[in-house]
């Protein structure tokens, strides 16, 4: 079985270089397909220095820029889903840099191949949050703004919220509901494993989608379109992700895990789980290989 990664990442190239080592040693038959975030420091660098072996890990040429709840984060990944297409391979992961395999590749290759069908290892809650596709947000990047870096968006945000409720009810007066192309949004964490198959589907429906104008005033719409379509179209082979992620911050990003976290990681049985950062905790680098 061939497994093709497709990491979206946007800083730590120690880290991004030790989660490819990873997941696609050398000698391998696995690849991985990387998209950084075009303003980052992180891109600038694979980019004068990119990996040398192309065969096994490949790097997005045209990355797109990413703001949190826009849908730059989904025009970055249809561009990985995209890059994919043009490979061989079974089952496609996407996670993050942040991410770091918990379950051995054997483990988790005998867990595909036990299931009569290919399944699809996604989270998918039905009607969730569905205001975030159907409401129209004026450039979701205006939402959370950095008063350091956006001193401007941040002293605007409040008028720009306004705003945004003003045009979606005037939009929505004169218009109607939004469309809803698969019926009722799901809803669900961004991370997802795929058999090609289903990939397959999903890169056309999400390329006529993006295409249509619709996600232009989402927000966090990476958190439904692709759950939604796999959801409608493939009900059938709905599967748990497989992914642990700690919310129990109550913010808006997961908690970063540490050494402590070992155990409930362990007894979970996730594959892959996040956050992780090298300078919070490096004990996931001294995880069993994933080999």
């Given at each position: 079985m061939r497994m093709i990664y497709l990491v979206l990442a946007h800083e730590g190239r120690p880290q991004l270089d030790a989660l490819v080592e990873r997941l696609a040693p050398a000698g391998g038959v696995d690849m991985v397909i990387v998209h950084a975030d075009r303003r980052s420091d992180l891109w600038r660098s694979l980019r004068e220095d990119p990996p040398p072996d192309t065969r096994r890990v490949e790097v997005i040429q045209n990355p797109v820029s990413v703001r949190w709840g826009h849908r730059s984060l989904q025009a970055a990944i249809i561009l990985l889903i995209e890059r994919a297409m043009a490979f061989e391979f079974d089952y496609a992961h996407l996670v993050s840099g942040s991410d770091w395999p918990v379950m051995s590749r054997h483990e988790i290759v005998r867990e595909l191949e036990a299931s009569q069908i290919p399944l699809c290892y996604i989270e998918a809650e039905f009607g969730r949050e569905e205001e975030r596709m159907q409401r129209f947000h004026?450039?979701?990047?205006?939402?959370?703004?950095?008063?350091?870096?956006?001193?401007?968006?941040?002293?605007?945000?409040?008028?720009?919220?306004?705003?945004s409720r003003w045009l979606d009810g005037a939009r929505h007066r004169l218009l109607g509901d939004r469309s809803r192309p698969w019926g009722r949004w799901f809803k669900g964490e961004t991370w997802w494993s795929l058999p090609n198959d289903a990939l397959q589907m999903v890169a056309v429906e999400l390329r006529r989608l993006t295409d249509s104008g619709r996600l232009v005033g989402t927000y966090v719409c990476e958190e439904h379109v692709v759950q939604t379509i796999v959801a409608a179209r493939l009900p059938e082979r709905l599967a748990d992700c497989r992914r642990y992620i700690d919310w129990t911050d109550g913010g808006d990003s997961p908690r970063l895990l540490a050494r402590g976290d070992q155990k409930a990681i362990a007894?979970?049985?996730?594959?892959?789980?996040?956050?992780?950062?090298?300078?919070?905790?490096?004990?996931?680098?001294?995880?069993?290989?994933?080999?």
């Open positions: 004026v450039d979701a990047r205006w939402l959370r703004p950095d008063p350091r870096r956006e001193p401007m968006a941040y002293r605007f945000k409040p008028a720009i919220v306004r705003l007894e979970s049985g996730a594959w892959f789980a996040r956050k992780f950062a090298l300078s919070h905790d490096d004990f996931f680098l001294r995880l069993p290989p994933y080999s």
